[in-house]
């Protein structure tokens, strides 16, 4: 496993986070990626992280944007694996509403 380093570590709920620990997703994470899609691939990325990594969505919101870049980098070759692409690229947007 591997993982990266925060330079300022997260507080929430009374824990601390130091690091964001970078595994191959499980199904559980693959399946709040599928649930949050709908928002948007920022929501669905972060869905996704906060449960593989075992870290609260609040808590993971807190670090900076390039730390979350660093960890969707480092967690794209599992995309191709499980689900054939990796996300659109559209971080922040929004799927349309039907």
């Known amino acids: 496993m591997t993982a990266i380093a ?46 593989n990594a075992e870290i609260p969505e609040e808590a993971l919101r807190k670090v900076p944007f390039s730390v979350f870049a660093e960890a969707m980098e480092a967690m794209s070759p599992f995309f191709s694996t499980i689900m054939g692409a990796a996300p659109s690229g559209n971080i922040g947007e929004t799927s349309p509403q039907t």
Do not use: C, N
């Open 6 to 51: 925060l330079t300022k570590p997260i507080e929430h709920a009374g824990k601390t986070y130091s690091e964001i620990p970078i595994r191959p997703p499980t199904l559980a994470a693959v399946a709040a990626y599928v649930a949050a899609a709908p928002q948007g691939d920022l929501p669905a990325a972060i869905a996704m992280l906060a449960v």
